[in-house]
């Protein structure tokens, strides 16, 4: 499967999840609201440090990718965009 191709199928299946795993959708926020090249934290989608973490273990049930300290990888947190990429750059091949 090409690079453009996985990452875009990630990009959707990481959305889902952050709606589900973040009750997203208890603020009316679908997957289909979540821009690539939003902003997670702050003034874009609005996420907190809870949620980083809630994020920390999405990464580990669902994309077999341990993070050993999330805190120095700030800037892989900050769009859906960064978490694809990090998710495409360190996944397990099964």
Not at 14 to 29: A, F, P, T
Not at 63 to 68: G, S, V
Not at 74 to 82: A, C, G, K, L, Q
């Amino acid at each position: 499967m090409e690079k453009e191709q996985e990452l875009k199928e990630i990009k959707t299946r990481l959305k889902k999840l952050l709606v589900e795993q973040l009750s997203l959708d208890i603020e009316n926020i679908t997957p289909e609201d979540i821009k690539d090249d939003e902003e997670l934290f702050g003034d874009g989608l609005g996420l907190d440090s809870l949620d980083a973490v809630e994020i920390v273990v999405i990464l580990q049930r669902h994309f077999n990718i341990e993070m050993k300290n999330p805190a120095s990888n700030s800037e892989v947190f900050r769009t859906v965009n960064s978490l694809a990429n990090f998710i495409y750059d360190n996944k397990q091949e099964s």
